[in-house]
């Protein structure tokens, strides 16, 4: 039996199961806050688009710079690739299950957070930081030091998984195909950038996904939508079959129905991070210190991650390339060629762009982990083992390897659920009181 047989079993059930916890979360979350996050979403619109007027002043990033990073932290290959193998998996039904749990989740998204901005303090050397371990320490007390620390552990070495090494392989290859540049000279690349990147700190990672994260959304939905006006007609039988495979009364009866909820319900939680505690530490050191506002204006990275991944899933849907049960890369670029000779570099094209972002954002996640940990003097270290990792992944991409880092991502999410459940009257009451009219 080889390794990446024995970890897969462990892996389906603590990912099943981290899942299902999700899930429970956000239903009690979404109750406990009378569906705030659903009715003020023109809020949180108005609010992100109000800071680009007010930018930071000082320490600390606006509203507007942390949703765009955050976003970027995102939208990787989840949203593209991913998006075909959900239905494959879970057919055209777990479409509206991703959006019922996107929903119904935005709540824990605030939760997280409301949380990080209002537990937010410094380090060492004077920096705004912010994150579920610092909430964890802070909100519940220093006898749950252990847990906060448990959750900085995992995620200095889970973000290797989801961040680097996955990202890092997509990229490599749709470079090859692109422009014909060799693996491991695209690593290197893509390496010595990020290190330049994250040595300018959270305000250089910010305002490089201001200006690339909007272009590349917009790009992405540009030529999707221009894809599917040109099947307009297939549409409306689409949605329809999307809508009658979700409650179709024989996947109840025979138990299928749970694997249409089920890949639905895990993509959401992949591509959107959704109780991860990553987007937190970059959410929590915005400026002003408004924890209801960041909460509400952090839950649009999920219903723009949201957007892009139904986009694609549309015109997979349209072109049936996800009957084929083929690896996702393959289901998309089909997809595409169908829709438009040549179009299939459009995937390529985007993948570059979101998986470089997700790489950045990742690294400033793991590097804020280990810096609970062993404070400020670890950032270097890290930035340089979390660089050269970039370089090896790209021409080794050892699935074993990520198997492990993605098993320690899931126990890296399970304290911090735990801890939104156990400081949700913290986040009740300031949301109780908030004067969203007055904003």
Same mark, same amino acid.
């Given at each position: 039996m080889t390794i990446v047989e024995l970890l897969s079993p462990i892996h389906d059930f603590v990912w099943g199961l981290l899942v299902d916890w999700i899930l429970y979360v956000g239903i009690f979350m979404s109750l406990g806050l009378n569906l705030v996050t659903v009715r003020q979403i023109p809020f949180a619109i108005v609010q992100a688009l109000r800071s680009l007027k007010h930018p %930071?002043? /000082?320490? =600390? *990033? !606006?509203?507007?710079? %942390? $949703?765009?990073? !955050?976003? +970027? =932290?995102?939208? /990787?290959? /989840?949203? $593209?690739? =991913?998006? %075909?193998?959900? $239905? !494959? *998996? +879970? +057919?055209? =039904? !777990?479409? #509206? &299950?991703? &959006?019922? %749990?996107? $929903? #119904?989740?935005l709540a824990t998204k605030y939760g997280e957070a409301l949380l990080a901005v209002k537990y937010s303090t410094h380090n060492d050397r004077g920096q705004l930081v912010a994150g579920p371990m610092y909430y964890i320490h802070a909100g519940l007390g220093p006898s749950w030091r252990w847990m906060a620390q448990l959750f900085a552990l995992m995620g200095a070495i889970g973000t290797f998984g989801l961040g680097n090494g996955v990202q890092s392989v997509e990229l490599a290859n749709s470079l090859e195909l692109m422009v014909g540049l060799p693996t491991l000279v695209s690593g290197l690349l893509v390496g010595g950038c990020c290190l330049w990147i994250l040595q300018g700190g959270i305000r250089r990672i910010s305002s490089f996904s201001m200006v690339v994260v909007p272009l590349m959304v917009v790009f992405y939905l540009a030529i999707t939508g221009f894809l599917l006006i040109e099947q307009l007609d297939l549409i409306p039988k689409v949605l329809n079959t999307v809508v009658t495979d979700a409650f179709n009364p024989r996947s109840v009866a025979s138990g299928s129905l749970f694997v249409v909820v089920g890949a639905g319900v895990r993509r959401a939680v992949f591509a959107q991070e959704i109780g991860m505690g990553t987007t937190p530490i970059v959410n929590g050191v915005t400026r002003p210190q408004d924890p209801v506002l960041q909460g509400m204006v952090a839950t649009l990275s999920s219903l723009l991650t949201a957007l892009v991944g139904t986009m694609t899933a549309l015109l997979v849907l349209c072109s049936e390339s996800y009957l084929a049960n083929q690896n996702g890369t393959t289901m998309l670029n089909r997809a595409f060629e169908w829709s438009l000779h040549g179009a299939s570099g459009v995937t390529n094209i985007s993948t570059v762009l979101f998986t470089f972002t997700t790489i950045i954002v990742f690294g400033y996640y793991g590097e804020r982990c280990a810096e609970y940990l062993f404070g400020s003097r670890s950032n270097v270290s890290f930035r340089l083992i979390w660089c050269a990792v970039l370089a090896l992944s790209s021409i080794t991409g050892e699935r074993a390897i990520w198997q492990i880092t993605e098993i320690l991502n899931a126990l890296m999410a399970l304290p911090n659920i735990l801890a939104l459940v156990m400081l949700s009257g913290c986040i009740f009451f300031l949301s109780k009181n908030y004067r969203f009219s007055q904003r």
């Open positions: %930071a002043d /000082g320490e =600390g *990033i !606006s509203a507007f710079a %942390a $949703l765009m990073t !955050s976003t +970027g =932290g995102n939208i /990787g290959t /989840g949203s $593209l690739t =991913g998006m %075909a193998l959900m $239905l !494959s *998996i +879970g +057919g055209p =039904g !777990s479409l #509206l &299950w991703m &959006w019922l %749990a996107t $929903l #119904l989740n």
